[in-house]
């Protein structure tokens, strides 16, 4: 286990505008260290950039207590999955797991009881003896797997492994390498766009946006508390619903898109008064209205589109300039141009300035403990 | 796809009748290469019996052995030689990148374009210079450096994923293991054809010897056939033939055993 | 870290790659560079027996060449030549091609036929040929004897000389032209055929419509390459009629190595081979310039 730390790492292609910039983060050892964000955000940079693949052209990059800049690939003690797996064609699966140890002049009978050994860890032993052309393409994954773990390394790196796989296989992949990297203690980073392997997989994640940090923390956290609308409609499918909004306190209300309006609970907004505003809220925070439901909160809106998915049913209306979706437990009877009225509250509100994409106003935690009471629902 | 059967018929007697054409003067030849003199003035086209009689006689009369041993040295010298130069050149072309590499490949590209005849007096001379007259390395050496032999592989390494480069980085081979290793394994297929290519070509060649060899010591079976057929003229032809035969058997085995693999990889070199 | 030391460090590549590149680059300039500079040099000299620059004689060569009824007659010769062997030698191999890129039963053996001449060198296949042109016992005189015909003098006449070593070019360039253009046949994807098919299309209506501009990069290599080989031509002059009868044969790079290596003429021999080099720059530019316009590339 060895932690990695970057320290204000940036990268620029010929002096040029930087492709990554101000990167500051910790990597704890034994982590599982997510990199997640769409594609051309330099996550991808930045992973080769710690494997040594890509320079760095400004800052410090920390594995151990070691400043590594300079180290070529192989002395940062890491070990990488690539996305097209890189089997060499010509080699044996067990030679392809050996490569590294062979290049290490491990012996041979060793390197033998070490291939047989995450083979079996692996479900791989019968394959040993073939080519990697004869595997399927979730067998080679594995192949590529087994490749890192056998070089023991502290570190391994992923990049995008799982995004060539079919979705069944990648879902049952996803736990598979969580639990490996568990149980070996490795330090993972693992580099991927797809928003559901970052909230799954990950201890914590980092979302990545033009080169630039958007938000490290733990997956509920960053779900729950997005630092910006970027993150806000990156994490979470379907994506939170934003509009622009204004603080109108005269009337102690939220003007929604110049469409909704919702009355505000007793407090002090004059921080929210001074600025212009985009409100956030989640799809499923978009209730139907009950009998509880406070007068004023709940709304009319025309439906555009339903999706019904068996368990819950998606759909989707317009506010303002811009479209919004709920999402409702269980199936419900909509139809498209229906009126239908839904209920809001404030506390669920994630409040954004509209300027610079700061989170101004979180949403209440919404967790539930299975042995206490519900809280906050 | 389904061919009628009338356009079958057709199609193979076209076949037969133009590829008979094609091999007729190398049949001929082998036929003659088993005639008498009298024979070949009647003007027979099978011969009276299978004697090797001219086989014998073409290896008395010229040093044809010599000539063999001196041409199989030539050609898979030049075919090493070729595989080493011009695969270490296309590995620096694909797998690195540095400053002027478009400008040496612009170089590469403007070989092709130099014949070689062209350049021809002064490379006598240097040969001259360096008393490589009669010697292999002056057959050979010239020809180790080879842009369509470059190209050829580069088209092959360029097929070669980066990540297998960077997965061995991390795995921490050297370049060059990585080229020895990796790199010439899975090109196999590519390095047959221009091995294949770079044997044929040299075997066949004709200008570069005659201008270089002045006695027997190196001289190739190419220069022997010129040699063969201007002591032998309207004599024996049998002879002539016959030492056409033994000349031509390597390349043609070379061309029925790797017909297919020259077709595919050099249509492949060509075209980028 | 000092300008200069990083620079050096950053350099790393370069200086490796140009390890790799150091064969190649030192025998080109060795073999092909320096020599062709020095055949410019020497194209402006008059050169003693040892092919030394002697005394500057500025573009006299050249002059003195254009003006020589035997330098243009190796010209018009060498131009002939290209025009009798590289269309036919090239519609002959796209015929055999097309005819063994058909799926038949034994195919194979048939593609091995065509492509044998690849296999025979230019002075075996010579000196073939110089047997069935032989006037008394060759195989074409005893053919125009036997359908009674007048026998020709297949080499030593003046009018056909050239005739008959197109003849046997075409023969054995057509082993090479032949592998290329079924390789780059059977590039072409079969999906292609089969929709044009679904759409009733006959033989001759794909072979226009498809195979012809698919196999076009292909044609076009073949068609490049033919010229410049047939520019290039030597051996099956040297053995079949060495210039002769009466220099009707007399191509260009014969008369480069007559020149240099028989008349010991190094200057107006390099003169020669710097119009051979300058023809085949234009035939490749030529080819580059219509090829990129006309030829569809996949």
New interface residues.
Partial sequence: MKKVELINVSKSYDKQVDVISNINVTIEPGEFFVLVGPSGCGKSTMLRMIAGLEDITGGTLKIGEQVANHLSPDKRDLSMVFQNYALYPHLTVQQNITFGLDVKRMKKDEQKRKAEEVAQLLGLTEYLGRKPRELSGGQRQRVALARAIVSETPICLMDEPLSNLDAKLRAHMRSEIRRIQRSLGITMIYVTHDQVEAMTMGDRIMILHEGKIQQIGKPIEIYNHPANPFVATFIGSPPMNLAEAELDELNSQLLIGNDLKLPLPEGDYSELSKRLLTVGVRPENLHPVTVETAAGSSFEVTVTNVEVLGNETIFSFQVGASEWMAKWTGQWHINIGDRLPIQMDFATLSIFDREDGQLLKKTIDQSHHVTQHEVGK | MKTSLPAKIWMYFLLIVTSLLVFFPVLYAFMISFMTGPEIIQGRFIPRSLSLENYVKVFERLPLLGYLLNSFIVSISVMLGQLVVCSLAAYAFVFFKFKGRDFIFFLFISTMMIPWEATMIPNVFTMRKLDWFNTYQGLTLPFFALAFGTFLLRQHFLTIPKELHEASQIAGLSRFKFFWKVVLPISKTSLVTLGAYGFLTTWNMYLWPLLITTNQSVRTVQIGLKQLQSQEIATEWGVVMAGVIVVIIPTLLLLFIGQKQLQKGLSQGALK | MNTAGSLWRR?I??R???L??L???I??S???????F??IY?SFFLTDQ??NAAINVGIENYQYLLGSSEFQNSMKATVLFVLYTVPIGVILAL??AL??N???KG??F????????????????S??????F?PS?G?FN?LLHSIGLPQIQWLLDPEWALLSVSMSTI?MN??FSF??L???L??IDEHL??SA?IDGAGYFYRLRRITLPMLS??LF??ITISL?NA??T??QI??LTKGGPSQSTNLI?YS??RE??INYQ?GT??AQ??I??VI??IV?ILQFKLGERKVHYQ
């Fill in positions: 350099s590549n370069g490796t790659a140009l790799y590149l064969p190649s680059i025998l080109f060795v073999f092909v560079f320096y020599p062709m020095r055949t020497l040892a092919g015929f055999f005819l063994a058909e799926k038949l195919i194979g048939f593609r091995t036929m065509y492509s044998s001449t690849m296999g025979v060198s230019v002075a075996a296949s000196v073939i040929w110089l047997f069935m032989n016992i195989m005893r023969w057509i082993g592998l290329i079924l390789g780059g059977q590039n055929y089969e098919r990069p292909t290599f073949i410049i520019f290039q030597f051996g040297d053995i790079v480069i190595y240099a290596f190094f021999a390099s081979a710097v051979l080099f085949i720059l490749t």
